[in-house]
């Protein structure tokens, strides 16, 4: 009983998930195979800076943090001095990756030193000495960001829209197939295309910890079920 009751509670948490993020309608587009967002899927949305995040529907733009303060060096390698750098959502993004594969022990390219390393240009920042970037130092990057870009990408479209995809790549992982299968939930997975939609970044960060927190349980699900999980 103990074992069903747990299925059932895991079912709903997945039902829950999609449809609280299910957003078919002018706010989505549709990629197709192999479930990736491209820089082109990823331009297509961000063309669109007015339109409203498909969750809490708000516009990405009334953010407080327009553009991302982010530490250069990072805080999590460096003891200092810092200086704050705008970024937009993806690149920032991508430094926190970077930052966690240092940490683990793993050797950086030369292109992944130079992405969370001073730049060597004379792009202006935001000198601190803290490790948590305060309301001023934000405002002072923000103004940054709105004359100059992201100081990665360059980009001056809209930092506050990211693409995320409705059903995360993740869910279409072997054993998490498996694990829909069993639930009898494999058709909430779209076989033929994945969908791209506009999301502020707070928004994302929330997906971001939905979906990481369904994978620990879908995990525990498959060692129950005897589901190997290479993949």
């Known amino acids: 009983m103990a ?26 587009y549709i990629s197709g195979n192999p479930f990736k967002a491209s820089k082109a899927d990823k331009a297509h949305l961000k063309k669109r800076p007015t339109r409203s995040c498909s969750t809490c529907r708000k516009s990405p733009s009334s953010n407080k943090d327009y553009w991302i303060a982010d530490h250069r060096p990072p805080v999590a390698l ?11 959502c993806d690149c920032s993004a991508i430094q926190s990756g970077i930052v966690k594969k240092k940490k683990s022990g793993m050797t950086l390219s030369a292109a992944e030193e130079k992405f969370i390393n001073k730049p060597k240009t004379n792009y202006q920042a935001v000198a601190t000495t803290s490790k948590r970037a305060g309301a001023s130092d934000k405002l002072a990057t923000n103004k940054l960001g709105k004359h100059h870009g992201c100081v990665n990408c360059k980009s001056r479209a809209n930092p506050a829209v990211v693409a995320d995809h409705y059903i995360p790549s993740s869910f279409y992982r072997n054993y998490v197939k498996k694990v829909f299968e069993a639930l009898g939930l494999d058709s909430y997975l779209d076989k033929k295309n994945q969908y791209l939609t506009i999301q502020c970044w707070h928004c994302s960060n929330m997906q971001a910890h939905e979906v990481r927190n369904l994978i620990t349980l879908i995990k525990i699900k498959a060692k129950e079920l005897g589901i190997t999980m290479y993949s």
């Open 3 to 28: 074992k069903q009751s747990s299925k059932k509670d895991l079912a709903k948490l997945i039902k829950a998930y999609f449809t609280k993020y299910k957003t078919y309608n002018r706010r989505t």
């Open 78 to 88: 460096s003891k200092g001095p810092y200086f704050l750098y705008p970024q937009c």
